[in-house]
């Protein structure tokens, strides 16, 4: 669907930085390249960084130091944010609008043409099965088929790079492998995708290239093969609990450093 806008990675990332108001360092010093037309993922605990590290690149907190270049260009800039869709992890309906309005404020947001909204709107739909469902408010839409609608949304403009924030979690089976199958045709026809999720198989089933991160640091980057033969294990599973352990272990031991009187 698209081709690349440059030859610059989707995402890349310089020393980004974000210290909370009340003090507490999110993320630190953090590099990442995400290459274009990658599946990427993020897998971390809870806490470790992962909305963070994506609401800095969506603009939706401020940095407090380093750099965010998308296809090249500064994350801050209006062509810049027009090139990402993003389904937050919350799931942030407007409860007035119905499903179609939802989707056509969404297009004329981004500046879409008006008939070339509707035209997208209603492919969205009939890809998300929301058809039947064009005039139902969000409240009264299940939880599915809201975070169908939250895809969709994400869809509307075809941005090139599009960030999925623990887009199946309580999601039921069904409709996990039904996502999976549209998002991978998706990446197959050139969207770069970021994904987070708590579901190593869903990881492993759906990306190319895995970044570990806990405690706003980033712990590994490579293939889920690459990381098997890493920390030499024979399944994801292993792998994330072994290189979380590390990281908890040279947690403590950086805290006991620190505590320790010079
Ligand atoms: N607005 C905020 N103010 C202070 N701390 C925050 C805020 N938002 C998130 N945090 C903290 O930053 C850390 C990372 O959170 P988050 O990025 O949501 O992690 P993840 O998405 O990986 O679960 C957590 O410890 C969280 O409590
Ligand atoms: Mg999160």
Known sequence: MHAPITSAPALELRGLTKRYDDGFLALEDFDLTVPAGEFFGLLGPNGAGKTTLISAVCNLIRISGGEIRIFGRDHQLGEARRLIGLAEQDINLDRFLDVEETLLYHGGYYGMERNRAKARAKEMMEIFDLSG???????????????????????????????????????DFELRIDLWQYIRRLHDEGTTVLLTTHYLEEAEELCNEIALIRGGTLLARDSADGLRATYEVETLADVYVKAMAGAAASAAGSTATAATPA
Not at 139 to 166: N, Q, V, W
């Open 133 to 171: 469902r064009a005039h139902v408010r969000a409240p009264k839409l299940s939880g599915g088929m809201r975070r169908r609608l939250l895809i969709a949304r994400a869809l509307m403009h075809e941005p090139p790079l599009l960030i999925l924030d623990e887009p199946t979690a309580g999601v």
